[in-house]
């Protein structure tokens, strides 16, 4: 019993000495932090995760000083605040799109200060600075809102977002592999920190983003905008209830208003007295010309009703400097997308029947219930992705190492002489060709399409799967 305690008072005090090293910082954020958040077990084990992680780096980063000290702080910093907006999201129900930048803001200042020290006249621990600033967008899953944010879910967002990150964290290894091996430690710390870290506590507790209080305090929104007048005070409320029950014992002489006046024209006359009387002759199966049988130009126009699904407005932007996001063209042939890197993706959503041209290489493509779409990119580092397509054609014109295709019908992939060695994966798909260069100069393009069709037989106490074969294949 006396070690179980001593064992939990050690973690609390592993927690406070974390929530020290980060300075406690909230930077403007109004949290409650309680008896109640504080035996929450998310926030114990993100307690835990700035104990056993984020010191790691803070404790690496003493050990350089100089710049990388002072960067390593943000990271301290904004963990505090996540953690104080992790705290506010329990207590807090589900804010508008407003009142969500309005949360997120202290976090944002932060990103903004992280890359500031990367701006300008680069420093002897450029690298450093850029794997911090690149690494803390991880932090921003907590805005997922839902699957049409234009967001990954928290966990595949946390691992994109390293991703970027680990280019400059790499370099930092190589760099000073053999120089100073502090910098070595740094760059180890700041990896598990977010890679396995961050990633795993958010694959625990909020894989599908975070879960706002159902009842508590009010909805957080943004502030109403200042105004020089105020404007006129609201009317005053009836004195009594409309259901009062003062109100039925009111004489029966006064006359009745509203729907009570209604009820008593009805009830005290005779409704149906203006009405006309049918005879035989009037009635539809007395009369002659009437065959029970339609023309077809007799049929009449049925008014088109108004689409209840609404569809977004188009989209072709960059979003956190990230991720460039195309939705809802359709019948656009230029598209193009010219202002990109390798630490960029692009996902392609909505599109029908639209071209679009991706100048520059990027991280990864994604493409996403497209109809009739065509995309060429001059290449990828990950992969490109045809998700849920029908009559797509995807032409790489440089080197793309895998690519795959997913519950589609109709897809053509062009390679180029780099994308020849690119790995193709299909699942749940049909009709898909590859069409590869040929050998000479002034040859045709090559066509194969991939089967979709296999035989398994069970042989050797195993299944063994081929292709069907068709003739003239």
Known sequence: MAEKLIDRLEKAVARLEALSACGGVTRGIAVEDGLDAASDPAIAAFDDLMANYVTRVSAAAGKIGDKVLETTKIIEEAFSVLRALLVKVKQTQKPDMGGLAELLKPLNELFAKANALTEGRRSDFFIHQKSVADSLSALAWIAYTGKDCGMSLPIAHVEESWQTAEFYNNKVLVEYKNKDPNHAEWAKALKELYVPGLRDYVKSFYPLGPVWATA??????????????????????????????????????????????????????????????????????????????????EKEPRPSSPAFSKTSPPKLELQMGRKWVVENQVGKKNLVINDCDAKQSVYVFGCKDSVLQI?????????????????????????????????????????????????????????????????ITTAKSSEINVLVPSTEADGDWGEHSLPQQFVHVYKDAQFVTTPVSHSGA
């Open 216 to 297: 508590g305090n009010a909805t957080v929104s943004a502030p109403p905008k200042s105004s020089a007048l105020a404007g006129p005070a609201p009317p005053p409320l009836p004195a009594a209830s409309l259901f009062s029950t003062d109100s039925a014992k009111t004489s029966s002489s006064k006359p009745k208003v509203g729907m009570a006046a209604v009820f008593q024209e009805i009830n005290s006359s005779n409704i149906t007295s203006g009405l006309r009387k049918v005879t035989d002759d009037m009635k539809t199966k007395n009369q002659s010309d009437r065959t029970g049988v339609v023309s077809a130009g």
């Open 359 to 423: 100048q520059g290489k990027v991280n990864n493509i994604t493409i996403d219930k497209c109809t009739k779409m065509g995309v060429v990119f001059q290449g990828v580092v990950a992969a490109c992705e045809v998700v849920n397509c029908n009559s797509v054609q995807v032409q790489s014109q440089g080197s793309a190492p895998t690519i795959s295709v997913d519950n589609t019908a109709g897809c053509q992939l062009y390679l180029s002489k780099d994308s020849l060695e690119a790995s």
